[in-house]
């Protein structure tokens, strides 16, 4: 059997208490050790889970490959807002930008619209929604009651965009990932899993949709 030496970067960290492999969004391997963990322990995690690291990285080159097929924004690019296929064309980037300023007021409207129509359902009271363009996530909640959602989720079917609004709506209500914050969940956004499962497929384009 032929040994595939797989490429990673260590990195150390003093919060962290357990060696840790992840992959970033361009595919590469980083292994996370607490200060005292030797250097051998990252190679060895890399070879444990070798398979699971080809795999998530050959998911991301399937994505970029997409991404790269892709129309340009200047040749026009159909994007679905709210559901409603659209061809949005943006010959320099201040035309670009001003798309992005308009889909996000868009999204500012119809986020607030949802949030208000489901807040009452969840039994919960936000104190402030703000709409954000966060790179790495949906939407957040804090303790003092605010939710924070990204304005490319008016880019997601419609039902997506309810289940992220439900989600951070029900941690006003049950903070953490239990049973009983799920229940609460999928008792107002019974297709969760499929939401979940479609944010996961497609957060690479989304994240990218103007790019
Ligand atoms: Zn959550």
Redesign the pocket.
């Given at each position: 059997m032929e040994s595939a030496t797989r490429p990673f970067t260590v990195r150390r960290s003093t919060r962290a208490r357990h060696v840790r492999l992840t992959v970033t969004r361009e595919g590469d391997a980083v292994v996370v050790l607490p200060l005292r963990a030797p250097e051998r322990a990252a190679a060895a995690l890399v070879e444990q889970h070798g398979a699971w690291l080809d795999r998530q990285v050959a998911r991301i080159r399937a994505t970029r490959v997409r991404l790269d097929a892709r129309p340009t924004l200047a040749d026009g690019r159909v994007l679905h807002v709210a559901g409603v296929p659209r061809l949005i064309a943006a010959r320099d980037t201040a035309m670009r930008d001003r798309i992005e300023r308009s889909l996000r007021a868009e999204a500012r409207r119809l986020l607030v619209a949802r949030v208000s129509l489901f807040a009452p359902l969840v039994g919960v009271r936000p104190t402030r929604v703000t709409v954000r363009a966060q790179r790495a996530r949906w939407g957040s909640?804090s303790r003092a009651g605010a939710i924070s959602l990204n304005w490319r989720l008016v880019l997601a079917p419609p039902d997506v965009l309810d289940y992220v609004v439900i989600?951070?709506l029900s941690?006003l209500a049950v903070p953490g990932?239990s049973r009983r914050?799920w229940t609460l969940v999928r008792r107002h956004a019974p297709s969760a899993d499929a939401s979940r499962r479609w944010l996961r497929d497609h957060h690479a384009e989304l994240m990218a949709a103007l790019d």
């Open positions: 909640a989600h951070e941690h990932h914050f």
